[in-house]
């Protein structure tokens, strides 16, 4: 899938550049004039929200979404601000604590297909907006999906890639892969290991994982998790090989997911699948190791009834461990 657009923002300065990195970024991703404009206001007003109402700033990540052919974007604005408990007097127009008309929330709002937000004090912010062009109505998703691909810093491409696809009968399966170290020949595992997954949707787990390590053979290897979700057999199949980390989350205690040692297209020591119950509220995390393993979601008011995209942003804020390529991806069954 696309990889994630970070632009950071401490400076109201910065909220016209924001829009410039935007435009370009929206261009690149193949999409056209109204959508762009669109893209470049949510993320000029979330830029200068940053600056008005948080300490430090934050961030903006961008995401180029796809559906039915049509192409669309996700903003993220994520900041460990001063948060709040009841959000909603900020989306009134005129609303403002800063002395400016105070337009800007409810500008974004309106320009946005998707839009949801999660706060809480002490902790910041994460709002989420999605946009597509005006003249498409996308159809109901079954799954839903919120994902953040960013390279270490100072890199500029990700080592770490992932996929996902529907399958027949109402089934879904994701790949989330780590190319050994980082930069470009990082980066190309990964993808390799993409590629062949895709290649090989309706074969079993075990069947993807050995194409994915065929497939790496000539690259620096990677680790690699596939997981398939059936919600009509209220299972989920897990085959991980190195440190990528699976988590089932519900409202009970998260299910930790089992990888096994080794790595694809150097060394595969045991291919294992193993099988979980998948309840109808779950949640599937699924990350590199440039995420903390040790969180717990808990803590955060309301946040596993949010956009699967809203818990990936706050997973990326509070865990990111900042010294490698970081993704995390959430998925979540919506249409039963």
């Known amino acids: 899938m696309y990889p994630t657009l970070l632009i ?18 929206a261009r690149s991703m193949g999409l056209h004039d109204e959508p762009v404009e669109q893209i470049a206001l949510v993320v000029t007003e979330l830029a200068n929200n940053l600056h008005l109402h948080t300490t430090h700033g934050g961030e903006l990540l ?68 999605q946009i597509w062009p005006r003249d498409f109505t996308p159809a109901a998703e079954r799954w839903q999906v919120g994902a953040v691909n960013l390279p270490m810093r100072g890199e500029t ?16 399966r994701l790949v989330v892969a780590d190319g050994l170290g980082h930069g470009p020949a990082a980066a190309e595992a990964s993808r390799c290991a993409v590629t062949a997954f895709a ?40 085959l991980g090989v190195g440190n990528i980390a699976g988590c089932i989350l519900t409202s009970g205690k998260p299910t930790s ?35 903390k393993t040790q969180w717990n979601l808990q803590r955060y008011s309301g946040l596993l009834h949010r956009h699967a995209g809203i818990i990936a942003g706050v997973l990326y804020r509070d865990y990111k461990r900042g010294t490698d390529d970081t993704t995390v991806v959430v998925v979540r069954n919506v249409l039963r």
């Open 8 to 25: 950071a923002v401490s400076d109201k300065s910065q909220a016209g550049d924001a829009r410039r990195q935007a435009r370009l970024w």
């Open 62 to 129: 961008l995401r180029k979404l796809e559906r039915d052919g049509q192409f669309g974007a996700e903003i993220l604005a994520v900041d460990a601000g001063p948060g709040t408990a009841n959000f909603s007097p900020f989306m009134r127009d005129g609303y403002s604590t800063s002395g400016t008309p105070g337009n800007g929330l409810g500008a974004v709002q309106r320009a946005s297909r998707v839009f949801e937000v999660h706060s809480q004090p002490g902790l910041g912010t994460v709002l989420l907006s």
């Open 157 to 172: 491409v990700s080592g770490d890639s992932w996929c996902q696809g529907e399958r027949e009968n109402g089934r879904t």
């Open 199 to 238: 290649g090989q949707k309706n074969d079993s787990l075990p069947v993807v994982m050995q194409a994915m390590h065929n497939a790496l053979r000539s690259t620096r290897g990677a680790a690699a998790a596939i997981a398939e979700i059936d919600p009509a057999q209220e299972s989920l199949r897990y």
């Open 257 to 291: 997911l089992v990888s096994m040692n080794g790595m694809v297209g150097a060394r595969n020591e045991k291919i294992q699948e193993f099988r979980y119950a998948w309840p109808r509220e779950a949640i599937l995390v699924m990350s590199s190791d440039g995420v």
